[in-house]
T-cell receptor, first 115, second 109 residues
Framework: EAGVTQFPSHSVIEKGQTVTLRCDPI?????LYWYRRVMGKEIKFLLH????????ESGMPNNRFLAERTGGTYSTLKVQPAELEDSGVYFC?????????????FGQGTRLTVV | GNSVTQMEGPVTLSEEAFLTINCTYT??????LFWYVQYPGEGLQLLLK?????DKGSNKGFEATYRKETTSFHLEKGSVQVSDSAVYFC????????FGTGTRLQVFP
């Protein structure tokens, strides 16, 4: 069974440009999460989808970030326009169901560098 | 709000040394606690977990005990190997995960 897949693995863009990150969760997992680790700091929650609906987007930094999950399958996270402080590693995770004890499966992450 | 604090790295050890990585948490309820590991070039993997007070999670020789009285979940291993070199993240779950800053472990032969 395929795990959580993220594209691209690395992206280097100039300030002001747009970047779109993609996450393909494990098939059948309704719950999809985006997290970000900036500059060796803690991994921070960005948002949570249940199927195609945004359950919790309290961690989204500002309106330059737009996440979608059309059809409840893969998800995209667009940053437009990108700023220097957006650099970091973006992780996606999926779970078959919600709940504190349910394991989250993570992708390898996308390393975004804004120059 | 809920938070996780873990010791700063890097932690540098010789092979077969004893490992402790400290982790403490602040939570209003009774969250589940996790240790995740990121090996070089790979994604985050669940290492172990504990869902209630006094539970001990264990995997691959690593152990951590959920201590409610000290709000801690320290990671230990009796004898580390070079292959254990990675970044270790302590986390608590209130559905979404709240992570610590990560601790890099470097094990030398």
């Amino acid at each position: 069974e395929a795990g959580v897949t993220q594209f691209p693995s690395h992206s280097v863009i100039e300030k002001g440009q747009t970047v779109t990150l993609r996450c393909d969760p494990i098939s059948g997992h309704d719950n999809l999460y985006w997290y970000r680790r900036v500059m060796g700091k803690e991994i921070k929650f960005l948002l949570h989808f249940v199927k195609e609906s945004k359950q919790d987007e309290s961690g989204m930094p500002n309106n330059r970030f737009l996440a979608e999950r059309t059809g409840g399958t893969y998800s995209t996270l667009k940053v437009q326009p990108a700023e220097l402080e957006d650099s970091g590693v973006y992780f996606c995770a999926s779970r078959p169901r919600q709940g504190m004890n349910t394991e989250a499966f993570f992708g390898q992450g996308t390393r975004l560098t804004v120059v | 709000g809920n938070s996780v604090t873990q010791m700063e790295g890097p932690v540098t050890l010789s092979e077969e040394a004893f490992l402790t990585i400290n982790c403490t948490y602040t939570a209003t309820g009774y969250p589940s606690l996790f240790w995740y590991v990121q090996y070089p070039g790979e994604g985050l993997q669940l290492l172990l977990k504990a869902t209630k007070a006094d539970d001990k999670g264990s995997n691959k020789g690593f152990e951590a005990t959920y201590r409610k009285e000290t709000t801690s979940f320290h990671l230990e291993k009796g004898s580390v190997q070079v292959s254990d070199s990675a970044v270790y993240f302590c986390a608590l779950s209130e559905d979404k995960l709240i992570f610590g800053t990560g601790t890099r472990l470097q094990v030398f032969p």
